[in-house]
């Protein structure tokens, strides 16, 4: 495991230097067509009831700005991760699951193409977060900074600004956002990589298994506040 992490570290390491010169259209195959953002914000805020696709903005908010703590702010997200994600919420046909297990976006992102996938992502890559989230305690400033930036050294937890900024705001193409993000949703998101439930990314399901309640609750609210 602690292996597998070091290596993850070197490789993001290569990433950081990696995403300076390649193209933000990295997690495109080549041989599809380039990404049509304007079709993607129609797409997501109005859904296509002949295919059976509702309205993305009926839950994530306009332009990805939502509102609701259930569901995750999405305006500004890195492409890369966004399109990654969809990819791994639906399931292929030769599969058992999806990669990434969620009972509510899992029948949404299911009737999704791999074009109307591109296109959402980049729709709401170019959208602007408007209404980030704060955090909400200051009793949890001291220890989620701590971990912030310099992880807990006792227990081989690497500092999470290592890939996802050090002000939170990610590290194209695959390392999302956490600033401005409901400190729910990033606490949720923890506990289902400590848990397994969602495993479609090695380094955090081994960061997250290292973690306490008291250590995922303060990191959480630190990070929503990061700017
Ligand atoms: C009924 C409400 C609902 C609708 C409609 C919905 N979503 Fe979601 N979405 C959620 C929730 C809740 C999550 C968090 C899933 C989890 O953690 O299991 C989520 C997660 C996501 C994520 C992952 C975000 C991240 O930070 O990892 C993406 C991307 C996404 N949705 C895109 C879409 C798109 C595109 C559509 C429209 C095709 C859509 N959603 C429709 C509720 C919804
Ligand atoms: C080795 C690099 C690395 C480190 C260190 C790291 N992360 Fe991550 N994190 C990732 C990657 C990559 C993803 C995207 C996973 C995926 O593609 O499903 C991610 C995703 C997440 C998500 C899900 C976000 C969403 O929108 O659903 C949360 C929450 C998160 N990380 C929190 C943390 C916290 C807190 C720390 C520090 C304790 C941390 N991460 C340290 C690489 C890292």
């Known amino acids: 495991m602690k292996r597998v992490l070091s290596r993850m570290l070197v490789a993001s390491g290569l990433m950081l230097g990696a995403s300076l010169t390649v193209p933000s259209f990295a997690a495109q195959p080549q041989g599809f067509p380039s990404p049509d953002a304007e079709r993607g914000g129609t797409l997501y805020e109005q859904g296509d009831a002949a295919r059976g696709i509702i309205s993305c903005a009926s839950c994530h908010g306009e332009g990805g700005n939502s509102t609701l703590p259930a569901n995750p702010k999405l305006a500004g997200q890195h492409y890369g991760y966004l399109h990654a994600q969809l990819i791994d919420l639906r399931q292929l046909p030769d599969a058992e699951a999806p990669a990434r297990i969620s009972p509510i976006m899992n029948p949404r992102a299911q009737n999704l193409t791999n074009e109307d996938i591109a296109d959402i ?31 807990i050294a006792e227990k081989g937890v690497p500092a999470c600004a290592a890939c996802h900024g050090a002000t939170g705001s990610g590290i194209p ?32 399901v081994d960061i997250a298994a290292r973690m306490s309640d008291a250590e995922i609750a303060a990191v959480a609210d630190y990070a929503a506040g990061l700017r």
């Open 173 to 204: 193409a695959q390392y999302p956002y956490l600033s401005g993000q409901f400190n729910s949703y990033i606490a949720e998101q923890l506990q289902l990589f400590r848990s397994g439930e969602r495993n479609n990314d090695e380094a955090m």
């Open 121 to 151: 992502s980049l729709y709401l890559s170019q959208q602007t977060l408007t209404e980030a989230a704060t955090a909400t305690n200051p009793d949890l400033v001291e220890l989620g900074q701590k971990i912030w930036r310099g992880g």
